[in-house]
């Protein structure tokens, strides 16, 4: 039961976020399609209060139990960035609204960027554990909590290894590609140029009446 309705509850998280997208910006109705997108953390509340009541009707905890509780860690810590980034490509490509920013890619912004990701996780695991622990006292001693337990250690263990991988982006930040530089000249006003590349004589190598400047006006020039 639990595992159907962690599948329903996927389902109808992104039903309801097309719904709310789509009234919002098709239908030209925003209040409407935000309570489309309000009622997404119910879903986790209902399999949060059915999950209780399982434990509490004397289900043995397992990897089930488990699940649910990552599942909810989950949608805490990345549902708000799904849905903000997908109202962004929502806005532009059927409200009419400019593009979506695109993460950076590299330096630090692309590790800052990377860091605030791994927050999510972190919230996500933080969430997952308090709910496991939660259950693990619900049960209490006489229970079997192993499997809730291999399930809060492997939260952590995606919690580090996430961790890991964004902490390399700022050990090692990559570095933008080098534009590489033009082998031509760059362009040049003929009139201010040198006459050679003018492709003409100079002004002043010729008088007004057709005769060189004499020596005094050259020497008064230079």
């Known amino acids: ?23 919002r910006y098709l239908l030209k109705m925003p209040r409407l ?17 059915v999950t209780a009541i399982d434990l509490k009707n004397g289900a043995s905890p397992d990897w ?27 806005a532009h490509r059927l409200g009419g609204g400019p593009p979506p920013k695109k993460p950076p890619q590299y330096g630090m912004a692309r590790a800052r960027h990377e860091g605030e990701i791994w927050l999510g996780t972190l919230i996500g695991g ?33 919690v580090g ?4 991988i964004a902490l390399s982006y ?11 530089e033009s082998s031509a000249l760059p362009a040049r006003d003929p009139e201010h ?4 590349m003018a492709g003409r004589a100079p002004e002043d190598a010729v008088s007004s009446g057709g005769q060189p400047p004499a020596s005094g006006q050259r020497g008064a020039a230079e």
């Open 1 to 23: 039961m639990i595992v159907w309705l962690i599948v329903i509850c996927e389902v109808g998280f992104w039903v309801l976020l097309a719904a709310g997208l789509a009234t």
């Open 170 to 180: 700022a050990l090692w930040p990559r570095k933008a590609p080098k534009t590489e």
């Open 161 to 164: 290894i996430h961790g890991l």
């Open 126 to 158: 933080a969430v997952a554990t308090v709910l496991l622990l939660a259950a693990m006292w619900y049960v209490g001693d006489d229970g079997d909590t192993t499997s809730l337990k291999m399930w809060m250690y492997g939260a952590w263990r995606a």
């Open 33 to 49: 399609g935000m309570a489309f997108l309000l009622c997404e953390p119910l879903l986790e509340v209902v399999l949060l209060v």
């Open 64 to 90: 089930k139990h488990g699940l649910a509780a990552l599942y909810i860690g989950y949608t805490v810590g990345h549902g708000h960035r799904t849905v903000k980034w997908l109202d962004g490509h929502a």
């Open 193 to 196: 140029g040198p006459d050679r």
